[in-house]
């Protein structure tokens, strides 16, 4: 099975609508595929793709998270002193922020019976699921509020769509935006990235970035450029940075109003076939599909 990830730096740049017309358009096909959602902390695909849903797997995700034994704590500091993500503050640990590295576990002095006066602990920040749809395995994972994807979290998804895959050939996987740790799971041991980019200051400076990422783990990339005609200089300096950077660019896609009817209605924009987007997304996905199969 050929894994297929869809990604962009930031939030927004129509991400999911490319990932939701190739799922849609890869049902027209022949090529059985199953698909994932690894934008975990906003997940959208279920609310497009629920038709014929039953549920195949349901667990709980767990998370690390750090916790102080007050009846033992001395408050030395030395814990907030080496927390990278300032999650310790006066002996309270913000569950908000801590990313359940362990370090305050390590450097922690007080150790009565064994045990550390901030230890880690398995906490429940929400469900994995996977179902079978109308539109092949869908696997995700919805969160509690607050709870936050973790690398672990993108590769269980990963993980559960490969165990329930059956004969899929194609796997469609919509990563979740940023350049964090998440975003590494995602592209590990996937075979090709699709970067979505936008003509704005913020979306060229992340596709610099994520480019790095996926270079350094040695993965095919390609992009489109969404809403290109929205500023022609910006998408033109795009255009430059890829050549340069030896990253084909696919289509350029343009503004289109009834993309943003396509999210409201929940409906994936190719299902709209007088979209003008929709046109060159069919062209984006022959392409890739392409790409893909050559690999
Ligand atoms: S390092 Fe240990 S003893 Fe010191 S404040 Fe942190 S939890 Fe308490
Ligand atoms: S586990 Fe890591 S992030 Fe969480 S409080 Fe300890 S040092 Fe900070």
Same mark, same amino acid.
């Given at each position: 099975?050929?894994?297929?990830?869809?990604?962009?730096?930031?939030? !927004?740049?129509?991400?999911?609508?490319?990932?939701?017309?190739? +799922?849609?358009?890869?049902?027209? =096909?022949?090529?059985?595929?199953?698909?994932?959602?690894? /934008? %975990?902390?906003?997940?959208?695909? *279920? @609310?497009?793709?629920?038709?014929?849903?039953?549920?195949?797997?349901?667990?709980?995700?767990?998370?690390?998270?750090?916790?102080?034994?007050?009846?033992?704590?001395?408050?030395?500091?030395?814990? #907030?002193? *080496?927390?990278?993500?300032?999650?310790?503050?006066? !002996?309270?640990?913000?569950?908000?922020?801590?990313? !359940?590295?362990?370090?305050?576990?390590? %450097?922690? $002095?007080?150790?009565?019976?064994?045990?550390?006066?901030?230890?880690?602990?398995?906490?429940?920040?929400?469900?994995?699921? %996977?179902? /079978?749809?109308?539109?092949?395995?869908?696997?995700?994972?919805?969160?509690?509020?607050?709870? !936050?994807?973790?690398?672990?979290?993108?590769? &269980?998804?990963?993980?559960?769509?490969?165990?329930?895959? =059956? #004969?899929?050939?194609?796997?469609?996987?919509? =990563?979740?935006?940023?350049?964090?740790?998440?975003?590494?799971?995602? +592209?590990?041991?996937?075979?090709? %990235?699709?970067?979505?980019?936008?003509?704005?200051?913020?979306?060229?400076? /992340?596709?610099?970035?994520?480019?790095?990422?996926?270079?350094?783990?040695?993965?095919?990339?390609?992009?489109?450029?969404?809403?290109?005609?929205?500023?022609?200089?910006?998408?033109?300096?795009?255009?430059?940075?890829?050549?340069?950077? #030896?990253?084909?660019?696919?289509?350029?896609?343009?503004? /289109?109003?009834?993309?943003?009817? &396509?999210?409201?209605?929940?409906?994936?924009?190719?299902?709209?076939?007088?979209? $003008?987007?929709?046109?060159?997304?069919?062209?984006?996905?022959?392409?890739? @599909?392409?790409? @893909?199969?050559? @690999?």
């Amino acid at each position: 099975m050929k894994q297929l990830l869809i990604l962009s730096g930031k939030g !927004g740049t129509g991400k999911t609508t490319i990932a939701s017309s190739f +799922i849609s358009l890869l049902k027209q =096909g022949e090529t059985p595929a199953c698909f994932a959602d690894c /934008d %975990v902390d906003v997940p959208n695909l *279920h @609310l497009i793709f629920s038709d014929g849903e039953t549920c195949l797997s349901q667990s709980t995700c767990f998370n690390r998270r750090a916790v102080i034994d007050q009846s033992f704590c001395t408050h030395c500091g030395v814990c #907030e002193e *080496h927390c990278r993500s300032g999650a310790m503050k006066n !002996g309270v640990v913000n569950p908000y922020l801590c990313e !359940g590295c362990g370090v305050c576990e390590l %450097v922690c $002095p007080v150790n009565r019976d064994g045990h550390k006066a901030v230890q880690l602990a398995e906490i429940n920040t929400g469900d994995y699921t %996977v179902s /079978d749809t109308d539109f092949g395995i869908f696997s995700t994972a919805q969160l509690k509020s607050g709870a !936050g994807a973790t690398g672990k979290t993108i590769n &269980a998804v990963k993980q559960n769509l490969a165990s329930f895959c =059956g #004969e899929s050939q194609v796997a469609v996987i919509d =990563g979740s935006p940023g350049i964090g740790c998440p975003i590494i799971s995602s +592209i590990a041991g996937v075979d090709l %990235v699709l970067l979505v980019v936008e003509p704005s200051l913020s979306s060229m400076s /992340d596709l610099e970035r994520i480019l790095k990422t996926v270079r350094q783990l040695k993965v095919p990339a390609v992009a489109c450029i969404n809403r290109a005609d929205i500023s022609p200089e910006l998408s033109q300096q795009i255009q430059l940075y890829c050549q340069e950077h #030896e990253l084909p660019i696919l289509e350029e896609i343009p503004f /289109d109003p009834l993309v943003i009817r &396509a999210v409201n209605h929940s409906r994936p924009v190719v299902d709209y076939d007088n979209s $003008p987007a929709a046109q060159h997304i069919r062209s984006l996905f022959e392409k890739t @599909l392409q790409h @893909l199969q050559q @690999l």
